[in-house]
């Protein structure tokens, strides 16, 4: 599957500064292992969408993190592999086309047509290897053939495959949560604890036996469709390797997503750990209260690019609050956005001495190696005496995607 054109991203002014991110797994903030990958490019894999509804500013903002990690490691000379799938066969998805009375595979291309033009208002890095589960089912396959021949899968009727969380003895090491909490998310977030014979409520499923009424694809343990989170692990680990630098996604992908993804992974190739980093972004509210295709209060990026809304103003209303944080969406925020953005672009037009505008560049770099603390990083420029040969332009456009031509 193709993704979306590759914006032009400027050589960056000034010196280097290692990342450092937060690592929920680790619970703390380290530097990102650059040499982690054995081919030397650094692996980034970020879960896509379920391509059922348009993307709005909680996905955005998710994937604005992920392009601004893409940018300090451009801009500090490594070479980045970035992978990201598209989950285009799901019950989500397939109870969506039901409601609305379409087929789901016309439902699912046209919000991936959508997702795509989104991205490309904001000038979002496109993933090298943008991948869909219809296209990796082979990959799925084979590593469930993988888990069950090690033992660490099981086969219960109706051609269901589950994982056992025991198949690794670090299982809940990524997202740190205890076991009652692990449950309630389970439940909440697309598991099936209540499912007869599973060894444990909170087994994962890796294959789902056809259904009538499902879509399904031939396998050697008989039709059916993969799990979700079989589905990433696949992905990144045929794409990476077994191991890779960051894993990311959304905060509620913490558990059970990632910390599935990630043990399939470790349970299937015997290493210790999938990703060196796992980073997630924070939930966006629109007014106080969490955005919700239930509650209909959604903020669409077409819809604000419809309305004239500058997109370097979209990326900067989103990095007034720091990436971890669950943080509020407001029209008035945006406003001060636009006015920001407009303050720049005044500023940046007048000269100022080489020397103080290289000391600007050489802060932001520091704020954004720092965890990504665009809050401190628009004060920065905020600062900005002028900018002498568009060295503080090119470096807004390269590290913070923002554009001040």
């Not at 982690?36 to 650094?42: L, M, P, Q, R, T």
């Amino acid at each position: 599957m193709h993704a979306w054109p590759h914006p032009h991203i400027p050589a960056v002014p000034g010196t280097a500064v290692p990342l450092n991110l937060y690592d929920t797994a680790d619970q703390r903030i380290k530097p990102v292992d650059v040499t982690a990958d054995a081919n030397g490019e650094v692996g980034l894999y970020v879960c896509g969408i379920t391509p059922y509804d348009s993307t709005h500013l909680g996905h955005a903002a998710t994937y604005l993190t992920f392009d601004l990690i893409q940018r300090q490691l451009l801009a500090n000379g490594h070479q980045v592999h970035y992978v990201q799938n598209i989950t285009d066969v799901d019950d989500p998805l397939f109870e969506r086309a039901e409601r609305d009375g379409v087929d789901w595979r016309e439902l699912g291309t046209s919000q991936i047509d959508l997702f795509r033009s989104d991205m490309e208002i904001l000038s979002v890095i496109p993933p090298r290897d943008y991948i869909g589960a219809m296209e990796s089912i082979d990959e799925v396959i084979a590593m469930i053939e993988r888990l069950l021949e090690t033992g660490a899968a099981y086969e219960l009727d109706h051609g269901d495959i589950y994982a056992p969380i025991t198949a690794t003895r670090q299982f809940g090491y990524e997202s740190n949560l205890d076991r009652a909490t692990m449950e309630a998310y389970f439940a909440e977030r697309g598991g099936d604890p209540d499912r007869a014979g599973k060894r444990d409520p909170l087994d994962a499923l890796l294959w789902r036996g056809h259904r009538e009424g499902e879509p399904a694809w031939e396998s050697p343990f008989g039709p059916g469709r993969p799990g979700w989170h079989i589905e990433c692990s696949a992905i990144a680990t045929t794409r990476l390797g077994a191991q890779f630098a960051i894993q990311g996604g959304g905060s509620d992908l913490a558990f059970p997503h990632h910390e599935f993804s990630a043990a399939h992974a470790e349970a299937a190739f015997g290493v210790p750990r999938m990703a060196g980093h796992y980073v997630h972004a924070g939930m966006i509210a629109l007014d106080g209260v969490k955005m919700s295709k239930s509650l209909g209060n959604l903020v669409f990026v077409h819809k604000l690019s419809e309305a004239g809304h500058d997109p370097s103003a979209i990326r900067l209303a989103v990095f007034a609050g720091h990436y971890r944080a669950d943080r509020d969406f407001t029209y008035e925020g945006l406003d001060r956005a636009e006015a920001r953005l407009a303050a720049w672009r005044d500023t940046l037009a007048k000269d100022a001495e080489r020397g103080d505008v290289e000391v600007i560049v050489g802060k932001l770099r520091e704020a954004l190696a720092d965890d990504l603390d665009t809050p401190r990083a628009l004060e920065i420029v905020d600062a900005a005496p002028g900018d002498r040969d568009g060295m503080l332009a090119a470096a807004l456009d390269g590290l913070l995607g923002v554009r001040i031509a």
